[in-house]
């Protein structure tokens, strides 16, 4: 045990332990239940199937490796058929857990585009629009379930309500978002302690609950990690400047206080049941689900903002607790261990919420449920060593002078072709997610640039300005935005300049900018791959690189050649024509190449073979990109 803990130590400085053990945890998940066989159940859609599904989404962004993507379709197809329908799903049980797979549903339509998807979550969307509740408004967790509200449903249904209320425009649904959580607290918080309850019985006819307060009897901490999870979860798609998002926020500031209280001080985890004295508690345990998902909780609300950065403590301790106690190789396999296997409250047999009750349900190893859990809070923890590179810097990401748009679904006019928001090919998702495991803040820039609205930023992206096939009518690049943009580079800001092909990008305008630093992107293109010959797009960055320092082997497609003077220098060089250039220029810094290359259809590795390393060279290129010019 000693050893695993000191490789964590060395892991948090080096950052390479936490991903091994999450991609070893990850194998485990694929030898366990393989192919299409549904996770936890093995037959069921069964809501802790998502829980691991949503842990190797964090692992496919933070690698790279799309076997992560694949898997999650493959488990994704099992269930969801082409008409929509999903095998096994009844709405009519109105049970809310069936929800939580919607996520994967969502990330599925985002990525591929395919209808069966949106129809499929449409399906789950409708559940929720009918879903039974307590008259004040908050769901019912099961219809079996009558007038009840537990914890665990908020993690099921609102991080899924709240991205399909983002993708599709449901702009008020998120005032029911954020009361589901204020009606949660509202019930079932403890005044003394500021822990939750597990559950709360508006109608206080069930025998668990507190003739009162209609709260069950006790803390159980995986409820807590349920809610606390879906508060991060759905404060990523919450509009920033919606009224109640900030209750939220001290919501989740509250909970974290009370939760960091009872971190046991000797391992860092914490106990099954919560703040319990009474009879028995000796066989009270540390328990793995818990303690991941209020590590995860915690790291994720801190680099989003959310919690002061001072509470990442927390986590840490809590995630050098998990490590040494319950993650265990052991002939060839990693396991997770120390999950209890379930907890509810009433039903058949009756579970009353004694801490008798609770003690009673069984431990066991690579329960999904902990499994998932460990992933999630590993992909966040694998973040926290590089948050530093990029703290307290925007990345600006031009919407001006490409400024594509379409209609979507929903018939709305949506910025698309390398915007951060997109998931499929053109968009630049996965780019951003690198930005931001850098520790870089994401922005968008609808207008020109200027002074003022360039000042906030450190970095500055600007990528295939749109000509007039494009757009109707396209914002050109002129002498004020030259002016304004070259003295933003002068002060110390980072450019980045992505032209493409003279075929499909504004060469003759975006010059006039890329004069000011020595470069001109040419009407010769080279590397004009042909169907998926992928050999024909390579780059070698060549050794001594001073940007690209970990890829042997680039893959760039119909790439604009630069001419280049000083202060431009060539960065990278194909057949003696210049690919990529980098010019220092007074504080500042800028690097163009003549391709908008690191879009997902060439960073997420789904179609790329990993032999070419974009995905490395994303990386490379960030830190470069967030990193102050050298004096």
Same mark, same amino acid.
């Given at each position: ?32 239940? #393989? ?27 933070? +690698? ?16 969801? #058929? ?51 509740? +307590? ?29 399909? %209320? ?25 005044? /003394?302690?500021?822990? @939750? ?14 003739? *009162? ?47 960091? #209280? ?16 009474? !009879? ?29 950065? =001072?509470?990442? %403590?927390?986590?840490? /301790? ?10 265990? *190789? ?15 409250? &009433? ?13 009673? *349900? ?5 329960? =999904?449920?902990?499994? &998932? ?30 400024? $594509? ?6 018939? =709305? ?36 640039? +200027? ?38 580079? /002068? ?49 070698? !960055? ?18 604009? +050649? @630069? ?47 990993? $032999? ?10 960030? /830190? ?8």
């Amino acid at each position: 045990m000693k050893k695993i803990i000191l490789v964590f130590l060395i892991a948090l400085s080096a950052n390479t332990f936490a991903q091994s053990v999450e991609e070893k945890v990850a194998a485990t998940v694929m030898s366990l239940w #393989k192919d299409t066989v549904p996770i936890g159940s093995n037959t069921k859609w069964s809501y802790d199937m998502g829980v691991v599904l949503k842990g190797f989404e964090g692992l496919w962004m933070n +690698t790279g490796k799309a076997e992560y993507f694949f898997d999650i379709q493959r488990k994704m197809d099992y269930f969801v #058929k082409d008409d929509g329908t999903i095998k096994g799903y009844d709405k009519d049980d109105y049970n809310i857990d069936f929800v939580n797979n919607g996520k994967l549903v969502l990330l599925l339509y985002r990525v591929t585009g395919k209808d069966k998807y949106k129809k499929a979550a449409d399906l789950l969307r409708s559940q929720l629009a009918s879903q039974p509740r +307590t008259h004040e408004g908050g769901f019912w967790h099961k219809k079996i379930y009558t007038n009840q509200m537990w914890l665990d449903g908020l993690y099921m249904g609102e991080p899924f309500y709240a991205e399909y %209320a983002m993708l599709f425009h449901e702009d008020t649904a998120f005032n029911d978002i954020a009361n589901q959580f204020i009606w949660m607290e509202k019930h079932a918080r403890d005044a /003394k302690t500021g822990l @939750l309850y597990h559950a709360w019985d508006e109608s206080k006819e069930q025998k668990w609950a507190n003739k *009162e307060t209609g709260t069950s009897p006790l803390f159980w901490a995986r409820a807590m990690g349920w809610y606390s999870d879906a508060l991060v979860d759905a404060l990523e798609y919450f509009p920033v400047n919606h009224p109640k998002r900030k209750a939220l926020i001290d919501i989740l500031n509250r909970l974290v206080n009370a939760i960091e #209280k009872q971190q046991d001080k000797a391992t860092g985890l914490w106990y099954d049941i919560m703040n319990y004295s009474g !009879p028995g508690k000796e066989k009270n345990y540390l328990e793995n689900s818990a303690s991941c998902q209020f590590v995860y909780a915690i790291a994720k609300g801190v680099r989003k903002g959310y919690l002061p950065a =001072a509470k990442i %403590a927390i986590a840490k /301790k809590g995630y050098e607790g998990i490590l040494n106690k319950f993650i265990k *190789e052991e002939n060839g396999q990693t396991d997770v261990l120390g999950t209890v296997k379930v907890s509810g409250l &009433g039903g058949n047999p009756y579970r009353d919420g004694s801490f008798e009750y609770y003690m009673s *349900e069984q431990v066991i190893p690579n329960d =999904a449920k902990g499994i &998932g859990a460990f992933l999630l809070a590993a992909s966040e923890m694998y973040m926290v060593p590089t948050q530093s590179i990029g703290a307290g810097k925007t990345v600006l990401l031009d919407r001006w002078f490409n400024s $594509e748009k379409k209609k979507d679904v929903t018939g =709305a006019d949506t910025y698309w072709h390398y915007v951060w928001e997109e998931r499929s090919h053109p968009g630049f998702y996965t780019l951003g997610s690198v930005f931001q495991r850098y520790g870089a803040k994401l922005a968008s820039l609808d207008v020109a640039p +200027t002074a003022a609205n360039l000042k906030n930023a450190q970095v500055y992206i600007i990528v295939d300005p749109d000509h007039i096939r494009d757009n109707p009518k396209p914002n050109f690049v002129n002498a004020a935005d030259v002016k304004a943009i070259s003295d933003w580079v /002068k002060a110390g800001g980072t450019l980045l300049l992505m032209a493409n092909d003279s075929n499909n990008c504004d060469l003759k305008h975006f010059n006039l900018l890329g004069a000011a630093f020595g470069i001109q992107f040419t009407d010769k293109s080279v590397n004009m791959v042909k169907n998926d010959q992928f050999e024909q797009g390579v780059v070698v !960055p060549g050794a001594n690189n001073p940007v690209f320092t970990t890829p042997k082997k680039m893959y760039l497609k119909e790439v604009s +050649t @630069l001419d280049i003077k000083s202060p431009a220098v060539a960065n990278a060089v194909k057949d003696g024509d210049v690919i990529i250039a980098t010019a220092n220029y007074g504080k500042g810094k800028v690097l163009a190449v003549g391709d908008p290359w690191l879009y997902n259809e060439y960073l997420d590795n789904r179609k790329l073979p990993l $032999e070419y390393e974009n995905y490395k060279s994303a990386e490379n290129l960030v /830190k470069w990109l967030l990193q102050s010019p050298k004096k």
